[in-house]
């Protein structure tokens, strides 16, 4: 199986099948992908180096993809999203401050439910 790296090795191109999706609870996605052949080992040391990065993923049907295909602008994508950031930093708040791990859960549950009707009682204060 041959990759195709653009110059700046960031990209590597293997034909692949889909096997999989699961819808995730914030909507996005996971894919699980089989190689149909035997993978080299350059292009098994290619996927390793790619573990973990962010950055698009092309398909194309039973065809090359075609280097003029590939969006120029960045994926626009992070590692945790903001409510992901929004919650550890509230996690870390919380600890420090002596609460328990497991009983974070339910204290920004509430901690969420009671800025919501803050925003909502805003809102009809506008309207």
Same mark, same amino acid.
């Given at each position: ?6 110059? $700046?090795?960031?990209? %590597? ?16 996605? +996971? %894919?699980?992908?089989? &190689? ?11 996927? @390793? ?8 993923? @092309? ?5 090359? %993809?075609?280097? $003029? ?5 960045? +994926?626009?994508? &992070? /590692?945790? +999203? ?12 919380? &600890? ?6 497991? $009983? ?14 803050? /925003? ?8």
């Amino acid at each position: 199986m041959e990759s195709n790296q653009q110059q $700046d090795g960031n990209m %590597i191109q293997i034909p692949v099948q889909f096997t999989k999706v699961n819808l995730l609870a914030d909507r996005s996605v +996971s %894919i699980l992908l089989h &190689t149909n052949n035997e993978i080299n080992n350059e292009d098994l040391i290619e996927l @390793l180096d790619h573990r973990g990065l962010l950055g698009w993923m @092309l398909f194309k049907e039973d065809k090359e %993809i075609d280097i $003029d295909e590939v969006p120029k602008e960045q +994926s626009g994508i &992070t /590692k945790k +999203s903001i409510g992901q950031k929004e919650r550890k930093a509230y996690f870390v708040e919380f &600890t420090l401050k002596g609460g328990e791990k497991e $009983d974070f859960n339910v204290w920004y549950d509430k901690f969420r439910e009671a800025r919501l009707e803050k /925003k909502l009682q805003q809102i009809n204060e506008l309207q």
